[in-house]
């Protein structure tokens, strides 16, 4: 069974820094897809960033980008030039390449961003 | 292009009653998901349904439970007889039709306290 590991419960980073968030999975499949949501207190899921596994560069959405290590299983969030409207939770999630119905979450990151 | 949407946003049960969620997924999805999110953790698959078909339960408690999405209306998920236990935030979401790494889409959730 696919499990996804967030170790980091929570996190603080200065207004305009970088902050990394770390996540790591455990699968036997060799293609699959991550993702990273984030939750706002809100409480909507908002999806943040996607990776394919058969894709070996890592993607990018503007201030976000991933750091995809295959062989690791390591799939860490990077933030760059943090805004306040980033606080939020941060979750992990895995989604097998065939099995798309058990999308899996680690326990998220509550990241404060501080002014 | 309206998002899922959910009702109602907060739900309050005296244990006992039942509870019922609505979820309405986005134009054009057909599959729709259930998570419960308890305070502080990730959210938990419950259960994946298209129309008229559970197609993967497994995360579904035994009893008291049930989830239905009709040919018309929302999708629904059923809680019997709730106990405090069952108090926590019930995401739905969906995803088209076209499947393979498409990112869920969810709903704002309705938090359920069950008194």
């Known amino acids: 069974a696919q499990t996804v590991t967030q170790s980091q419960p929570e996190m603080s980073v200065q207004e305009a820094e970088t902050v990394t968030l770390s996540c790591t999975y455990d699968t036997s499949e060799s293609n699959y897809y991550l993702f990273w949501y984030k939750q706002p207190p809100s409480r909507q899921m908002i999806l943040v960033i996607r990776?394919?596994?058969?894709?070996?560069q890592n993607a990018t959405e503007n201030r976000f980008s991933v750091n995809f290590q295959k062989a690791a299983k390591s799939f860490s969030l990077k933030i760059s030039d943090s805004q306040l409207g980033d606080t939020a939770m941060y979750f992990c999630a895995f989604m097998g390449f065939y099995n798309n119905n058990d999308m899996r979450f680690g326990a998220g990151t509550r990241l404060t961003v501080k002014p | 292009n309206a998002g899922v949407m959910q009702n109602p946003r907060h739900l309050v049960r005296r244990r006992g009653q039942e509870a019922r969620l609505r979820c309405s997924p986005m134009?054009?999805?057909?599959?729709v998901y259930w998570y419960r999110q308890l305070p502080e953790e990730g959210l938990k698959f419950m259960v994946y349904l298209q129309k008229e078909n559970i197609i993967d339960e497994s995360g579904m408690p035994k009893e008291r439970f049930s989830a239905e999405f009709p040919k018309e209306g929302p999708s629904i998920l059923r809680i019997q007889q709730v106990v405090r236990g069952d108090s926590a935030a019930y995401f739905c979401a969906s995803s088209p039709p076209s499947g393979f790494g498409s990112p869920l889409h969810f709903g704002n959730g309705t938090r359920l306290t069950v008194t």
């Open positions: 990776q394919e596994a058969y894709k070996q």
């Open positions: 134009k054009g999805h057909s599959h």
